[in-house]
């Protein structure tokens, strides 16, 4: 059973910080690139952010580009989305995923998604 699991969503008051983690279970995804994606009701999923293998590159969508950061340990087996001054926006799932490369995960072909944890930022 190979699984990844979100953790660290809930409830913020827009301005403030929020920080998701996603853990692996069952083996390493220390050879997989990471990305988070997020989905709101009705809406499609839009890729958030992504990092490679070892950390060395990144890749984030426009709307989060200057607010967003994503890290990863490997030797916790885990990685993390920093997410700092967050709009108003209607609750959403965010997923972490498991690619081939930060390139393939922008353009949502993953391997391995995980079950998502949900964001609400009011005004």
């Known amino acids: 059973q190979e699984r990844l699991i979100e953790s660290g969503g809930g409830s913020v008051q827009a301005g403030n910080s929020l920080t998701l983690s996603c853990a692996a279970s069952?083996?390493?995804?220390?050879?997989?690139?990471m990305g988070w994606f997020r989905q709101a009701p009705g809406k499609e999923r839009d890729f958030v952010a992504a990092?490679?293998?070892?950390?060395?590159?990144?890749g984030y969508a426009d709307a989060v580009k200057d607010r967003f950061t994503i890290q990863r340990d490997n030797a916790k087996d885990m990685n993390y989305l920093q997410m700092n001054s967050l709009k108003p926006e209607a609750p959403a799932v965010y997923s972490c995923?498991?690619?081939?490369?930060?390139?393939?995960?922008?353009?949502?072909?993953?391997?391995?998604w995980g079950q998502g944890t949900q964001v609400t930022v009011s005004s």
């Open positions: 995923a498991a690619g081939r490369s930060t390139g393939t995960l922008r353009q949502q072909a993953a391997d391995l």
């Open positions: 069952g083996r390493t995804f220390n050879t997989y690139a």
């Open positions: 990092i490679s293998r070892k950390g060395g590159v990144t």
